[in-house]
């Protein structure tokens, strides 16, 4: 009789099977970097070899150093592939190996995407902290827009139009879309309250609109450029002034002028 504890032939069977199911044999996380590393070094030296082959030079010294020097950049070009640029499945150890492979010997664009992403990401959190500064800055314009004095106003809105002319510049740096649009929208707030400012500073508010448009302008930033043509327009229609419409007529002709080249 079998044991209860053990459920029969059938069962070890079962058990059996599920634990023969799977791969015979998973590597560690350092085993990866490994292999991932020697996969994108021999790569690179296919690299070289297809080079030499063809009578044609990968490095402008002698194959002793040649050699070396193609199995680290393959390798450091695997791990910047497999690792950061494409993220891969690990999972699916063969498909990773063998793009570490390609990786390896396609080093040089892997090494300059990587560069790529790395000036990217220095660029987006440089665009991010100053964003942190224009939100700063527009609120307090828009607190001081209703209660404080016209100087205190002037002040706020040219710290606003120094803030959003800042990250114009840097948001234009930054490669990822998205991330251009969730900033851009600051700028956007920003020209939005410099414009409800401007009855209380109209010259300052017209010039800041310009100096914000014609940077939006020169950095390819169309809809900020549009933003504060319209925010222009507002003025121009709402202001009793005759010397601020004019004025705000201007200031949306020189924005609208071509860049110079």
């Known amino acids: 009789m079998p044991s209860p504890g053990n459920g ?6 079962s058990r059996h099977n599920a634990g023969g199911a799977g791969p015979s044999w998973a590597p560690s996380q350092v085993q990866m970097v490994f292999l991932v590393a020697l996969f994108g070094g021999v790569g690179g030296l296919i690299a070289w070899v297809l080079q ?3 009578g044609g030079h990968l490095f402008p010294f002698r194959w002793y150093a040649a050699i070396p020097a193609a199995l680290l950049l393959g390798a450091g070009a695997a791990g910047i592939g497999v690792y950061v640029l494409a993220r891969t499945d690990l999972r699916q ?3 990773a190996l063998f793009f570490a ?3 390896g010997v396609f080093f040089r ?3 300059q995407a990587g560069s790529n992403f790395i000036g990217g990401a220095f660029a987006q959190g440089k665009a991010t902290s100053a964003a942190a500064t224009v939100r700063t800055a527009t609120d307090q314009l828009q607190n001081f827009a209703a209660s404080a004095t016209p100087q205190q106003v002037e002040a706020a809105i040219q710290n606003t139009s120094t803030a959003a002319t ?3 510049q840097k948001t ?4 990822n879309e998205d991330a251009r649009k969730a900033l851009s929208q600051n700028s956007v707030d920003a020209v939005e309250a410099i414009k409800l400012a401007a009855p209380k500073a109209p010259d300052f508010a017209v010039d800041s609109l310009q100096n914000i448009g014609t940077i939006a302008k020169q950095t390819g930033q169309d809809n900020i450029t549009m933003h504060v043509l319209d925010s222009l327009r507002h ?3 709402t202001s009793q002034d005759p010397r601020v419409v004019q004025k705000a007529k201007d200031a949306a002709v020189q924005v609208r002028r071509p860049s110079a080249m």
């Open 8 to 13: 029969g032939p059938a069962a070890s069977a």
């Open 52 to 54: 030499e082959s063809t």
């Open 93 to 95: 150890i063969g498909g």
């Open 101 to 103: 492979l390609l990786c």
């Open 109 to 111: 664009p892997v090494w």
């Open 166 to 168: 800042a990250l114009l």
């Open 172 to 175: 234009a740096d930054v490669p």
């Open 235 to 237: 003025i121009e229609t």
